[in-house]
T-cell receptor, first 115, second 113 residues
């Protein structure tokens, strides 16, 4: 069973371009979480999705950021019109279910650099 | 809002030493607390999960304790090895709608051979 896969692992964009980050959860996992790790800061929750539904997007910036988890295919985190402050590591995690006894399985992350 | 703090921010020890990493949280109404390990350029690996009804969990050379009333958890690493060098993060769930986490800022551990 392959782990959580994220691609690309590194992404370079110029200011104003769009960034698309992909996450394929572990097989059988229907819950996906995105986190952002800014330089010298801890991981911050962004959004929690189940198949075709956004459950909690309370950590997502109101503008330029969107996420989806379609019925088929990977989850996508999309950042429009990127700015230098978006440079960070973006981690995706998945779990088969929710509950106090559950952990999350993290992908290797996508490191976004905005020039 | 839950705040999670970890001290020290960095720690350097000689191989073989026992060590303790600390985590504190402001809201004691947590479902569980987890300790993760993060290696440079890689994702996070779950080390130990302590449910709110438990006081400690052990896995090999690792032992994590939880004191909800005081808002503290410790991760004890016995007989440290160079391979233990990594950043250690503690995390608590945000809410009962899922298990998205509040993370601490981590302790960067270096074990010197």
């Amino acid at each position: 069973n392959a782990g959580v896969m994220q691609n690309p692992r590194h992404l370079v964009r110029r200011r104003g371009q769009e960034a698309r980050l992909r996450c394929s959860p572990m097989k059988g996992h229907s819950h996906v979480y995105w986190y952002r790790q800014l330089p010298e800061e801890g991981l911050k929750f962004m959004v929690y999705l189940q198949k075709e539904n956004i459950i909690d997007e309370s950590g997502m910036p109101k503008e330029r950021f969107s996420a989806e988890f379609p019925k088929e295919g990977p989850s996508i985190l999309r950042i429009q019109q990127v700015v230098r402050g978006d440079s960070a590591a973006y981690f995706c995690a998945s779990s088969p279910r929710t509950g106090p006894e559950e952990t999350q399985y993290f992908g290797p992350g996508t490191r976004l650099l905005v020039l | 809002k839950q705040e999670v703090t970890q001290i020290p921010a960095a720690l350097s020890v000689p191989e073989g030493e026992n060590l303790v990493l600390n985590c504190s949280f402001t809201d004691s109404a947590i479902y569980n607390l987890q300790w993760f390990r993060q290696d440079p350029g890689k994702g996070l690996t779950s080390l130990l999960l302590i449910q709110s009804s438990q006081r400690e969990q052990t896995s090999g050379r690792l032992n994590a304790s939880l004191d909800k009333s005081s808002g503290r958890s410790t991760l004890y690493i016995a007989a440290s090895q160079p391979g233990d060098s990594a950043t250690y993060l503690c995390a608590v769930p945000v809410s009962n709608t899922g298990n998205q986490f509040y993370f601490g800022t981590g302790t960067s551990l270096t074990v010197i051979p």
